[in-house]
């Protein structure tokens, strides 16, 4: 199995910036991809950002120029960098981690989420 834990949540104001970070643990030798996902109270989950072993990288077009995914493979770990936050990125962010695609929205592996509130 494959564990995932997140880590830098927590609250800044319209504008400023956070740093999620991911590490894996266990089989980590069957990941082929890392995706943050969020999801806000009374609203669907949703991709945030992906990035696979060779380092190509998905954002969607609501974070796209302000949220930059990057790994460190040495480490098992994917950082998520936040700037420019709107109120709107308020939202239980989630990691996850597949062996084959982190397209399709559910990937395998999942981690316990951690918190991000954005106040204006």
């Known amino acids: 199995q494959v564990q995932l834990v997140e880590s830098g949540g927590g609250s800044v104001q319209a504008g400023g910036s956070l740093r999620l970070s991911c590490t894996a643990s266990?089989?980590?030798?069957?990941?082929?991809?890392m995706a943050w996902f969020r999801q806000a109270p009374g609203k669907e989950r949703e991709v945030v950002a992906n990035?696979?072993?060779?380092?190509?990288?998905y954002y969607a077009d609501s974070v796209k120029g302000r949220f930059t995914i990057s790994q460190d493979t040495a480490k098992n770990t994917v950082y998520l960098q936040m700037n420019s936050l709107k109120p709107e990125d308020t939202a239980m962010y989630y990691c996850?981690?597949?062996?084959?695609?982190?397209?399709?929205?559910?990937?395998?592996?999942w981690g316990q989420g951690a918190q991000v509130t954005v106040s204006s």
């Open positions: 266990g089989y980590t030798y069957r990941i082929n991809c």
């Open positions: 996850a981690a597949d062996a084959a695609s982190c397209s399709g929205g559910y990937p395998d592996y």
């Open positions: 990035i696979y072993i060779g380092g190509s990288t």
